[in-house]
């Protein structure tokens, strides 16, 4: 049985969440405040919290935060009940690391849907029988001593991102290097007239988010999930220290950054000079090979059109005309929701 910490200081609400989730199988511990909750968490170590924001003595935040920095209590699936709605607090919540926000009033089904989604979510990610913290936390400190970039998001906490969901908006202060365990998410830049750009799309075992991380400045872009995904994160005194003492993985992050600035520069060349037929064909490409590279080629590239005029550069209009003609030309196969290259070397070597 699942053990749930739920901090709320209205007694009511308190009460008749707690019934809520027992009667769905759930033990249920019950504090006041904050301060009262990390002490029941460090007595009893839950399976996941169910937290309100606006509380006395400690707020949700500050538990969030206490709750990351503490080794006992890392890694616990943490959820905010909160009746603010606004963007920045509810970015405040998501960039501390908290993984779901229901606003109140909520419904009972969305409770619960959050709840066994993030139980289910983290169940895979728990150490195996046997293995102590202390050995756990060995393995990890050997792991990042390697120079193996992967190595850095082992002991890190994993957080769900819904599709859609804003991970940073350009401008935010770059306070950690991300790493996409499952998902994509893609970084786009925004005209003044509201149109938009992406610059990277970031799938499984990708680092993004280390450019202004190594320059010292705010995000030059936002980045946004394509997918519900979920993403590790890497603070940045962590990445910086590892980067510093060890050679291997700075040439890693140098290489990393160089095929950035040369892709950028292609972009930049293509956008300027090639046909909306050429840069579209090397888009499809360059998905397809990302695709081929995880085994998923067969699927099709799963991508709104509005996504991948944006990354060609074009209108989404435009975009379809040339799709259409790829299609009737056998080079893709079109769904509503898919494209599948049925020819990469044609459009790859194709002149237009």
């Not at 001593?145 to 202060?173: C, M, N, V, W």
Request: glycine share 8%.
């Amino acid at each position: 049985m699942a053990t749930i910490l739920l901090i709320e200081d209205h007694q009511i609400i308190r009460e008749n969440t707690a019934q809520l989730l027992e009667l769905a199988g759930y033990a249920v511990l019950m504090a006041e405040n904050g301060e009262q909750g990390v002490q029941l968490a460090l007595a009893t170590r839950p399976d996941l919290v169910v937290c309100d924001i606006m509380m006395p003595v400690l707020d949700g935040y500050g538990v969030l935060q206490i709750f990351n920095q503490h080794p006992q209590l890392t890694g616990v699936p943490f959820i905010f009940l909160t009746a603010k709605t606004d963007q920045a607090d509810r970015r405040r919540g998501m960039a501390l690391g908290a993984d779901d926000y229901l606003s109140k009033p909520f419904e009972k089904a969305d409770l619960l849907s959050a709840v066994s989604g993030r139980l289910s979510r983290f169940q895979h990610l728990k150490p195996e029988p046997g293995l102590s913290g202390e050995q756990l936390q060995t393995f990890l400190d050997e792991a990042q001593q390697t120079g193996d970039l992967a190595s850095l998001s082992l002991d890190r906490k994993p957080h769900l991102i819904r599709r859609k969901q804003d991970i940073y908006l350009e401008g935010d202060e770059s306070s950690r290097l991300y790493f996409v365990q499952s998902g994509r998410v893609k970084t786009v830049k925004t005209t003044d007239s509201g149109k938009e750009l992406i610059v990277g799309l970031y799938g499984p075992s990708e680092f993004f988010g280390y450019l202004p991380l190594l320059q010292h400045t705010p995000h030059c872009d936002s980045a946004i999930a394509v997918d519900e995904s979920e993403l590790l994160y890497i603070p940045k005194d962590d990445f910086m220290e590892l980067l510093l003492r060890n050679s291997a993985v700075g040439q890693q992050f140098v290489a990393l950054l160089a095929g950035k600035v040369s892709g950028q520069a292609e972009l930049l060349l293509a956008m300027a000079y090639s046909s909306i037929r050429r840069r579209v064909a090397d888009t499809l490409v360059q998905l397809h090979e990302q695709q081929t590279g995880t085994g998923a080629a067969d699927a099709g590239i799963q991508l709104t059109r509005d996504d991948m005029a944006a990354m060609v550069g074009t209108a989404p209009e435009s975009l379809s005309r040339t799709l259409n003609e790829f299609k009737q030309a056998g080079l893709v196969a079109l769904t509503p929701n898919t494209i599948r290259v049925l020819e990469p070397e044609k459009l790859r070597r194709a002149h237009w």
